[in-house]
C-alpha cells in the first residue's frame, strides 16, 4: 500500500462535536491509498465513505449509532465537501483531495 | 432468456446510482455559477440560495401581517400588535430569528443573507423572544437559558428576551397573560409547581401522551406569553421537515381534526378590559426544509444552542415518526414537502365553536359519546333475546357499564387527541394511582369560568321565574 497520505481539515458542527470529543476542529492524515472493504485486497482510492469509516473508528469517542448507520451518515446528518453539498460532488464516492475541508452538520436539533 | 444479473459477479448488474439533482451542477437560478446546495433536486449556487430563502420567509409570513390578511401586496406592512417570537435553541427557531433580525432589523448596510438593503420598516413596534425551559423534567440536562439569552442579545440589543419555565404552567401566583380576578386556589395542594409538573407528566399513561402533552403546554404558555406582551403575532421556527414530522404525528395520535393548526392558527382570548384580541401563529419557515435551515445556519456563522427534546424512545409515536421523516427526506425529499403540501388541502367538515381545555385548539364534539359508541365494553347491553357467549356472565360485567358521559366535565371538553392521550393503554399496564393529579392553571380557570356560568345561569332563571313560582305554603 502506498505510503501517501491526504491531509484534510474536519469539522463538526449541530452538536455532532459532543461525539468527537466536544471539538469542533479536526486536522487529520489519512492514507491515500485503501481498501476497498474491510479485510479486502482490492484498494481504491480515499473517499469519503472510507472517511466516515475512518472518523467512527479513530475519533469518535461514544455513540456511534448517532453518526453512523449502514457505512454511511444517519439521516439527519450533511456534509459539504469545500463548502459544497457532498450530493454535488458525488456523495461517499468523492475523492478526497490534499487540503480537503469535510463539515459534518447535525440536523438533528429540529425547530 | 432475460435475466437480472448478479452485482456481485457482473459489475454492470447493478443499478447505476441516480445523481440527486436534474440536469446539470449549474445553479438553476442565475445559470451561471457552479452550485452548492442540491434543494428537492434543483441546484442553486451560495449567491442565489440567500434571495430564495428570504424570499420563501417573506413570501409565508407578510401576507398575515396585517390584521386583514393580504395574499398579493407588500406595501405598508403594520401589524396591529407586538412580536413574539419562540426561541427552543433549535435550528429552526435559530435560523428564524436571524432571519427577521436581518428583514427587519438590519441596518442599511448589507450582511451576509441581507437581501433587503433598502430597509424595511419594522411591521411591529416590539418585538419579543420567548424561551420555553424544560430542563425541569429532563433528568441531567443542564439549563440553556443563559446560552439561549446570549444568542439572543448576540443578534438583536432591541429584541427583549423573556425566559418561562414549562412549570409555569402550574403555577397559580404567576399565570402569564391569565385573567387574575378568576385566579382561586382550586386545590388545596401545596406543592410546587415543578413538583405538580412532574406530578402530571408520571400521571400520563404512554411515553406518546407525555410528549404530546409538553408540546402542548410549550404551545399555550406561548400562546399566553403573547397575550401579556400584547403580541398580534407569534412566530414558531418549525421547518417543513419538522411540520411534516409533526403533522404525521399528529394525525396518528388522533388530532386530525386540528390538522389546519399544525401549520397556521388563530388563538382569541379576552384582555383585562374584556375586549377580544387575536393572536397569530405562524410558521414562516414551512416552506423551508431542515437542510436550508442548516445550509443558512452554516454559511452565516450562526452559533445554534440545541434545544433539549424529551424522547420517549422507540415507544414514542413522536420519535418513530422523526425517524421515518428524516430517512424519507434523505432518500425521497421532494415526498417530504408532499405531506406537507396535501394536509394543507384538507379541511374538516363542519365547524365548531368549541376549544379544547387542554391544548385550546379546536375540538369535536362528541368525542365521548363516539368513543363509547366505539368501544368494544360489555354485553349487558345486547339483545336480551339473544344467547351470549357461554364465558360471558352478565351479572358479573353489568358494573363494566360506563356511566353516562357528564357535559361538565374536563373530558367532554377535550379533543379527540387529547381524549386519546390521557385515556390510551400503556402495555406496560402503567396507570397512574393518584386520585388528586395537579391540572395546569388554564384549565382551572376555565372550568370555574364554566362553573360560574352554569351557576349564574340557573341564578337568572330563578329570578326570572320568581314571580310565577307558587308559594310551597299554598
Redesign the interface.
Known amino acids: 500500500m502506498s505510503t501517501d497520505t491526504v491531509s484534510l481539515r474536519i469539522e463538526f458542527?449541530?452538536?455532532l462535536e459532543l461525539l468527537f470529543a466536544n471539538q469542533r476542529s479536526h486536522r487529520i492524515s489519512i492514507p491515500a491509498i485503501v481498501p476497498k472493504d474491510d479485510g479486502d485486497v482490492e484498494t481504491k482510492s480515499a473517499d469519503i465513505t472510507y472517511l466516515i469509516h475512518y472518523l467512527r473508528h479513530n475519533l469518535l469517542k461514544e455513540r456511534p449509532e448517532l453518526f453512523i448507520e449502514d457505512k454511511t451518515v444517519r439521516?439527519?446528518i450533511?456534509v459539504?465537501v469545500n463548502?459544497?453539498?457532498w450530493?454535488?460532488e458525488g456523495?461517499g464516492d468523492y475523492v478526497l483531495k490534499d487540503g480537503d475541508e469535510i463539515?459534518f452538520?447535525s440536523?438533528?436539533?429540529?425547530? | 432468456m432475460a435475466s437480472c444479473g448478479n452485482p456481485d459477479v457482473e459489475a454492470d448488474a447493478s443499478m447505476t446510482k441516480r445523481?440527486?439533482?436534474d440536469r446539470n451542477?449549474t445553479c438553476v437560478k442565475c445559470k451561471l455559477q457552479t452550485?452548492?446546495?442540491?434543494i428537492r433536486h434543483a441546484?442553486y449556487c451560495?449567491d442565489c440560495f440567500f434571495p430564495l430563502m428570504s424570499l420563501r420567509f417573506r413570501r409565508t409570513l407578510e401576507p398575515h401581517i396585517n390584521p386583514n390578511p393580504q395574499q398579493h401586496r407588500r406595501k405598508g406592512l403594520k401589524a396591529s400588535g407586538n412580536l413574539l417570537i419562540g426561541l427552543?435553541?433549535?435550528?429552526?427557531?435559530s435560523v428564524l430569528l436571524d432571519l427577521i433580525q436581518k428583514t427587519y432589523l438590519s441596518p442599511r448596510e448589507r450582511q451576509q443573507g441581507d437581501q433587503n438593503p433598502n430597509g424595511i420598516t419594522c411591521p411591529w413596534s416590539k418585538i419579543f423572544v420567548v424561551y420555553v425551559d424544560i430542563s425541569g423534567i429532563m433528568i441531567g440536562a443542564p439549563d440553556k437559558s443563559s446560552p439561549v439569552e446570549q444568542f439572543v442579545k448576540r443578534h438583536s440589543t432591541t429584541m427583549e428576551y423573556i425566559r418561562v419555565k414549562l412549570e409555569d404552567a402550574f403555577d397559580q401566583t404567576r399565570s402569564p397573560g391569565l385573567r387574575k380576578i378568576l385566579l382561586k386556589v382550586l386545590s388545596s395542594s401545596t406543592c410546587s409547581p415543578l413538583v405538580s409538573l412532574k406530578t402530571y407528566i408520571e400521571s400520563l399513561p404512554t411515553q406518546t401522551a407525555i410528549s404530546s402533552a409538553i408540546q402542548a403546554l410549550i404551545r399555550v404558555l406561548l400562546l399566553h406569553t403573547a397575550a401579556l406582551t400584547h403580541s398580534s403575532h407569534l412566530l414558531?421556527?418549525?421547518?417543513l421537515?419538522?411540520l411534516s414530522i409533526s403533522l404525521i404525528s399528529s394525525i396518528s395520535q388522533g388530532g386530525g381534526y386540528s390538522i389546519r393548526e399544525e401549520t397556521q392558527e388563530e388563538w382569541t382570548y379576552r384582555n383585562q378590559d374584556n375586549i377580544e384580541q387575536i393572536v397569530r401563529v405562524i410558521r414562516p419557515?414551512c416552506d423551508v426544509g431542515?437542510?436550508e435551515?442548516?445550509?443558512w445556519?452554516?454559511w452565516c456563522g450562526l452559533k445554534?444552542v440545541?434545544?433539549h427534546?424529551y424522547s420517549g424512545g422507540r415507544q414514542d409515536i413522536g420519535a418513530l415518526t422523526?425517524?421515518f421523516i428524516?430517512?424519507l427526506?434523505?432518500d425521497y425529499p421532494s415526498t417530504v414537502s408532499t405531506i406537507a403540501r396535501t394536509c394543507n388541502k384538507l379541511t374538516t367538515k363542519g365547524g365548531t365553536s368549541m376549544k379544547c381545555l387542554i391544548c385550546q385548539r379546536p375540538a369535536q364534539s362528541g368525542t365521548q359519546d363516539w368513543k363509547q359508541n366505539i368501544s368494544i365494553r360489555s354485553y349487558s347491553d345486547i339483545n336480551p333475546e339473544d344467547v351470549p357467549p357461554g364465558h360471558v356472565n352478565l351479572a358479573s360485567r353489568a358494573s363494566d357499564d360506563l356511566p353516562p358521559s357528564n357535559p361538565h366535565s374536563i373530558a367532554s371538553s377535550m379533543c379527540y387527541a387529547c381524549h386519546t392521550s390521557w385515556t390510551s393503554k400503556s402495555i406496560r399496564g402503567r396507570i397512574t394511582k393518584q386520585t388528586d393529579i395537579p391540572l395546569p392553571v388554564w384549565l382551572k380557570i376555565s372550568s370555574s369560568i364554566s362553573e360560574e356560568r352554569r351557576q349564574i345561569t340557573m341564578e337568572s332563571m330563578r329570578n326570572t321565574i320568581d314571580d310565577f313560582l307558587l308559594d310551597s305554603d299554598s
Open positions: 458542527s449541530g452538536g439521516p439527519g450533511l459539504l463548502d459544497t453539498d450530493e454535488l456523495e463539515v452538520i440536523t438533528l436539533h429540529g425547530g | 445523481p440527486k439533482y451542477k452550485g452548492n446546495i442540491v441546484v451560495k427552543s435553541g433549535g435550528l429552526g427557531s414558531l421556527g418549525t421547518s421537515t419538522s419557515l431542515m437542510k435551515c442548516a445550509f445556519a452554516w445554534v440545541g434545544k427534546r422523526r425517524d428524516m430517512g427526506e434523505k
